[in-house]
């Protein structure tokens, strides 16, 4: 069945260091793929999302690329704020719309 | 202009009581979605409508029991609570079609706790 291989937190990180966290995805097909992200006592909200191969999605200085040849869909911002510590969400969308949710990557920034 | 809303914030109840959780979204969408997420913060749908319709029933226990009275509502009870019934509920939406048309949005949790 569908799955999601998230990259294992914690993750700790200084004010403006490069952040990678990695996802692959089995699936079929070709879904699209998102990145949500939950904030400390909040509920999840949409950070960005690609709908097909090659596809770029972008927000608040996040990116990630759909790569269909790796099944991958990692996130990364070039430089992470204190307030980005939240957990990180990656979710392919199956059949009957529904999302498949990784197990979540806790991030840390610190001043 | 809340966009999907969940009420109660905090649930606590004992074990064998029934609660209920309610939804409501001012979106238009077509589809709302129940979602669990435990202590580990792994979430995992329970529940999806659409239309009113049920359209997605994990396996989840038949103590659950979503009723969507009508498009904008999508509400869960729960019988004789059990311990391991403690965590985070998500409410969620999203359209059926449109530039949005695969984007959920969730409300912002309802937090139970049984003991």
């Known amino acids: 069945g569908d799955s999601v291989t998230q990259m294992e937190g914690p993750v700790t990180l200084s004010e403006e260091a490069f952040l990678t966290i990695n996802c692959t995805y089995t699936?079929?097909?070709?879904?699209?793929l998102f990145w949500y992200v939950q904030y400390p006592g909040e509920g999840l909200q949409l950070l960005l999302k690609?709908?097909?191969?090659?596809d770029k999605g972008s927000n608040k200085g996040f990116e990630a690329t759909y790569r269909k040849e790796t099944t991958s869909f990692h996130l990364e911002k070039g430089s992470v704020q204190v307030s980005d510590s939240a957990v990180y969400f990656c979710?392919?969308?199956?059949?009957?719309?529904?999302?498949?949710f990784g197990s979540g990557t806790q991030l840390t920034v610190l001043p | 202009d809340t966009a999907v809303s969940q009420t109660p914030k905090y649930l606590v109840t004992q074990m064998g009581n029934d609660k209920s959780i309610k939804c409501e979204q001012n979106l238009g969408h077509d589809t709302m979605y129940w979602y669990k997420q435990d202590s580990k913060k792994f979430l995992k749908i329970m529940f999806s409508y659409n239309n009113k319709e049920l359209i997605i029933n994990e396996t989840v226990p038949n103590r659950f029991s979503p009723k969507s009275p009508d498009k904008a509502h999508l509400n869960l009870h729960i019988n004789s609570l059990e311990l391991g019934d403690s965590a985070v509920y998500f409410c969620?939406?999203?359209?059926?079609?449109?530039?949005?048309?695969?984007?959920?949005?969730f409300g912002p949790g309802t937090r139970l706790l049984v003991l």
């Open positions: 699936a079929t097909g070709y879904p699209s």
């Open positions: 969620a939406s999203s359209p059926l079609s449109g530039s949005g048309g695969k984007t959920q949005y």
């Open positions: 979710a392919p969308l199956r059949k009957r719309r529904q999302l498949t």
């Open positions: 690609a709908t097909k191969a090659d």
